[in-house]
């Protein structure tokens, strides 16, 4: 499985803001959310999220809409669909 194209768009003292491109079947990589974070889908997005504990979700986001998670969230997030899947992940430092 090959990893998503993270493009840093803004990394100051407040906020981290990255652009994520996926390819169907790219995915993340492992990582841990160090800090609160919102999700706004560029396309429609379809997701899958492994979790540390084996346990996996499809999660579907329309373009357009966000959501937002807490700091500490470990994951893997894979483009389960069959087109290109595009986010805007804004960090809260």
Same mark, same amino acid.
């Given at each position: 499985?090959? #990893?998503?194209?993270?493009?840093?768009?803004?990394?100051?003292?407040?906020?981290?803001?990255?652009? =994520?491109? =996926? #390819?169907? +079947?790219?995915?993340? *990589?492992?990582?841990?959310?160090?800090?609160?974070?919102?999700?706004?889908?560029?396309?429609?997005?379809?997701?899958?999220?492994?979790?540390?504990?084996?346990? %996996?979700? #499809?999660?579907?986001?329309?373009? +357009?809409?966000?959501?937002?998670?807490?700091? +500490?969230?470990?994951? %893997?997030?894979? %483009?389960? *669909?069959?087109?290109?899947?595009?986010?805007? #992940?804004?960090?809260?430092?």
């Amino acid at each position: 499985m090959t #990893e998503c194209t993270a493009t840093q768009l803004i990394d100051d003292a407040r906020v981290r803001v990255t652009r =994520f491109d =996926f #390819e169907p +079947g790219q995915a993340t *990589g492992w990582h841990v959310h160090a800090h609160d974070y919102v999700i706004t889908a560029i396309t429609p997005c379809h997701m899958r999220i492994e979790l540390p504990d084996g346990e %996996n979700s #499809e999660v579907h986001v329309a373009a +357009g809409d966000a959501y937002r998670r807490d700091k +500490g969230v470990e994951h %893997n997030v894979i %483009n389960a *669909g069959d087109a290109t899947m595009r986010f805007v #992940e804004v960090e809260l430092k």
